[in-house]
T-cell receptor, first 114, second 114 residues
């Protein structure tokens, strides 16, 4: 199993550009989430999904869109990049079955918006 | 509202010394608690988790944590720190509603002196 994969690893955008951060998992997990990590703030939830076709907002959803057409993929779209979106983005997945609440994290995407 | 607080932003210990990282949570019901470690430039790795039962939980790399309901704490400990333990440590609580969400503390950066 590859686990949770994210692409790209690094990205530089200009203000106003759009892009999609890719996330895929091969563990057949129902639950997937996107977090952003900023210094001194830990990880904050952007959007999450409890299954294909079902998504919801987290703590900091503004400026981001998600969709979940398959169990495996959960892309994060930046509609019009802003410098405030400079961050490290992590995708995570979990089974959500019974008490298996452990989340598996991807390696992250480091995004810089100039 | 659920929250996690890590009071220490930065801790420095000497190699071979003992370590305790503090974590306090706010959660109405029985919490599901986690400690993750992040090495520089890497993703998050699960150290240990508490769901129920024995309040002293053993994890990987020689770490343990103790759940104390009366103090709303879940402190991470290691009897003898190694230089390779230098990293950032995150405490997290599973959010309510069975949505796969984690709520993270701000993180504690551990520096190990030779």
């Amino acid at each position: 199993n590859a686990g949770v994969t994210q692409t790209p690893k690094f990205q530089v955008l200009k203000t106003g550009q759009s892009m999609t951060l890719q996330c895929a998992q091969d563990m057949n997990h129902e639950y997937m989430s996107w977090y952003r990590q900023d210094p001194g703030m830990g990880l904050r939830l952007i959007h999450y999904s409890v299954g294909a076709g079902i998504t919801d907002q987290g703590e900091v959803p503004n400026g981001y869109n998600v969709s979940r057409s398959t169990t495996e993929d959960f892309p994060l779209r930046l509609l019009s990049a802003a410098p405030s979106q400079t961050s490290v983005y992590f995708c995570a997945s979990s089974t959500g079955q019974g008490k298996s609440y452990e989340q598996y994290f991807g390696p992250g995407t480091r995004l810089t918006v100039t | 509202a659920q929250s996690v607080t890590q009071p220490d932003i930065h801790i420095t210990v000497s190699e071979g010394a003992s370590l305790e990282l503090r974590c306090n949570y706010s959660y109405g019901a029985t919490p599901y608690l986690f400690w993750y470690v992040q090495s520089p430039g890497q993703g998050l790795q699960l150290l240990l988790k508490y769901f129920s039962g024995d309040t002293l939980v053993q994890g990987i790399k020689g770490f343990e944590a103790e759940f104390k309901r009366s103090q709303s704490s879940f402190n991470l400990r290691k009897p003898s720190v190694h230089w390779s333990d230098a990293a950032e440590y995150f405490c997290a609580v599973y959010g309510s509603g069975n949505t796969g969400k984690l709520i993270f503390g701000q993180g504690t950066t551990l520096q190990v002196k030779p």
